[in-house]
């Protein structure tokens, strides 16, 4: 069900509230059926409510290229109000959020809030790309370091351009956990209908994000 958080900024949501809640942050291509059918799968297999979250709220029709060009106008402190703001719209005694790319380097920001539980980033940027680079742009290591990095587990590939070896040392180095998968690209996991997509590691990266938000 699409709804809207506070700010405005859409939001897709399924699932009752109970013990667990989760929020999603969508990758650079925003809010789309891929989403829609991710947070219907995991309300029903995790047994929770969750929410998955549009990065770009009033530009959703921006294409590709776009969004690129936009991410050095992006704004930290709106982006993790809205997780705050989702975090309470699913509820729960345990909240969780996972993220993927973009959205995963905003999880790795997230813990800075101080409010999930647990936290999954799926092949987030671990450092600023340089043309993203801009004001409201904060560090993700340096957010990091304002919370609690022992929960979060990121998920990545060693041939991951956006999380080159040095970075992963550097995101290991805080005490958060890195699973690293070999010869896997960017985006193994979340959409099978892209050519980097790696089945089994992917089926393995589900299994290790449920066992360690719910376990």
């Not at 969004?67 to 699913?90: C, H, K, N, P, Q």
Request: aromatic share 8%; proline share 6%; with cysteine.
């Amino acid at each position: 069900m699409r709804t809207q958080l506070p700010s405005g900024t859409p939001a897709e949501v399924n699932g009752e509230v109970g013990d667990r809640g989760l929020v999603i942050m969508a990758d650079i291509f925003g809010l789309r059926p891929l989403f829609d059918s991710m947070v219907a799968r995991l309300a029903a297999e995790w047994s929770s409510r969750v929410c998955a979250v549009e990065l770009y709220p009033g530009r959703e029709d921006l294409d590709l290229q776009q969004r690129f060009d936009a991410a050095s106008g992006m704004d930290d402190e709106a982006i993790l109000a809205d997780m705050v703001a989702a975090a309470a719209l699913v509820g729960g005694r345990r909240v969780g959020a996972i993220g993927f790319c973009m959205g995963g380097m905003y999880v790795l920001k997230a813990v800075s809030t101080g409010r999930f539980d647990r936290l999954v980033p799926f092949y987030p940027m671990i450092r600023v790309p340089q043309d993203w680079r801009g004001p409201g742009q904060g560090e993700p290591l340096d957010r990091l370091s304002g919370g609690d990095p022992g929960t979060v587990m990121a998920v990545v590939g060693n041939l991951d351009n956006y999380t080159p070896g040095d970075a992963i040392s550097d995101l290991r180095g805080t005490g958060a956990q890195v699973v690293e998968y070999e010869r896997a690209g960017h985006g193994f996991v979340h959409d099978p209908d892209r050519p980097a997509h790696r089945a089994a590691d992917a089926a393995d990266a589900w299994s290790r994000a449920a066992n360690w938000l719910w376990t």
